[in-house]
């Protein structure tokens, strides 16, 4: 039975890896798949899933007026399908979930969706708060802080390298732009007891 699956984590944990290699196991058996990531974030190239170690993959992309139910019944019209995966799956709208939600269950296609949880503030993005709460399965792809512990946070940094408490929830960027800590960590990163809460 097919399912919706949300894999999340933080920046720079690995997750279009796991994406990758599950897509390439299917490849190995002969099973077609559908990859589709966020049309904005172009860093690996527009239409492309890349990863950090050097592997990547053509993909399609959605920008947020897609109805990916239709896209991925499109795509089926094509041929067979045997998974969609989902990169940047943060960047979905709360409908375009539900959409993916209706593949699954209408179509009985599986979907593996790839995200981060919360952005640099600490909140959740539109897509994986809608995905916590519809995902039929949640698995953290975990990495570190500098620490040694889970980070489950991660802090912006700005082109001098200090912390920016405030700004717009996307913005596009890597290792350049991003560090993952733990909460502890991200805390004091922000001085979040004093200033947010």
């Avoid at 296609?109 to 503030?121: E, I, K, N, S």
């Amino acid at each position: 039975m097919a399912k919706l699956y949300f894999n999340y984590s933080t920046m720079n944990a690995g997750k279009s890896t796991v994406l990758l290699q599950a897509a390439h196991n299917y490849a190995e058996r002969g099973m077609q798949t559908y990859l589709l990531t966020a049309q904005f974030d172009n860093r690996a190239g527009e239409g492309r899933i890349a990863s950090r170690i050097g592997i990547g993959a053509e993909a399609d992309t959605f920008v947020a007026s897609d109805d990916l139910f239709r896209k991925v019944s499109d795509r089926l019209n094509d041929g067979p399908c045997a998974c969609v995966f989902v990169d940047e799956a943060q960047f979905l709208s709360q409908k375009q979930v539900w959409q993916l939600a209706r593949v699954v269950d209408d179509l009985n296609v599986p979907v593996m969706a790839f995200g981060l949880r919360v952005d640099f503030m600490g909140e959740l993005f539109p897509g994986s708060a809608a995905l916590l709460a519809l995902a039929d399965e949640m698995r953290e792809v975990r990495t570190i802080c500098f620490c040694g512990k889970k980070a489950s946070m991660v802090v912006r940094k700005d082109g001098e390298g200090n912390v920016v408490s405030g700004g717009d929830q996307v913005q596009i960027g890597g290792n350049e732009s991003y560090v993952s800590l733990c909460r502890r960590h991200w805390r004091d990163a922000m001085n979040s007891d004093d200033t947010l809460f």
